[in-house]
């Protein structure tokens, strides 16, 4: 089995379920009662957003190679989160070791199912800096966000509550409020929950008409299979 190093703590709930995530998938793989052996190094969510709001992507760069090298003898990595993805690219030339990108197994995953236009909600960042859009356009995949002000909304119960598992029905209509604006302005096929805390309070089951992708879910299955080399 491959050596695997996760970069968590971005927030803490997404972590917990990455962990709960990658051992449910494990046990199913190999059809036995193991567990994984893989490391988890946690960072200050804090920082990483502060670096993110000053757009001090340089930083960020420098912060998160500081971890991942941390993190001795993995044969790969992962960011247990989609917003740190910003940088993905130039972070992925600064490490040695391989990363598995949460943006580029959602995209596939896109492909996959024949998607061509789907919706995206994450931290404003995810949602307004382009790094989905880039990525998804290789693909042959068009993304659609909501308006400013519905960002704002998303951006700010994102931070001060989903963050905390602070689970509010209220939010939760006002999200699938956006989502049906989605719909019905932009006619998408599909939404992508690109923030690793979104399906605390979205699923499939909130929606009748569009595929919901979860991109924990798919990241954990791509992690896995890299662990099993499948």
């Not at 001795?72 to 130039?90: C, K, L, M, R, W």
Request: charged share 25%; glycine share 6%.
């Amino acid at each position: 089995m491959k050596k695997f190093g996760l970069i968590g703590g971005i927030g803490p709930e997404s972590t917990v379920e990455y962990y709960l995530q990658i051992v449910k998938r494990y046990k199913a793989l190999t059809n036995s009662n193991s567990y994984p052996d893989f490391l988890i190094k946690t960072v200050d969510m804090s920082q990483i957003l502060t670096l993110i709001a000053s757009r001090n992507n340089k930083g960020l760069v420098s912060f998160l190679k500081d971890r991942i090298t941390e993190i001795d003898g993995v044969d790969f990595s992962a960011i247990a989160s989609n917003t740190p993805h910003i940088v993905f690219d130039e972070l992925s030339k600064e490490v040695t070791v391989p990363l598995i990108s949460i943006v580029e197994e959602t995209c596939k995953e896109i492909k996959s199912r024949k998607l061509k236009k789907v919706g995206l909600l994450g931290t404003h960042s995810t949602m307004a800096s382009g790094f989905y859009q880039e990525k998804a356009a290789a693909y042959g995949i068009e993304i659609i966000t909501p308006s400013e002000s519905q960002k704002e909304y998303v951006h700010d119960k994102y931070i001060n509550e989903l963050l905390y598992r602070d689970i509010r029905p209220e939010t939760k209509r006002e999200l699938i409020n956006i989502v049906k604006d989605l719909c019905q302005k932009n006619n998408i096929k599909a939404l992508v929950l690109g923030g690793t805390e979104l399906p605390l309070i979205l699923s499939e089951n909130d929606f009748k008409d569009i595929a919901v992708l979860d991109t924990t879910k798919i990241h954990v299955e791509a992690i896995v299979k890299r662990m099993l080399s499948v």
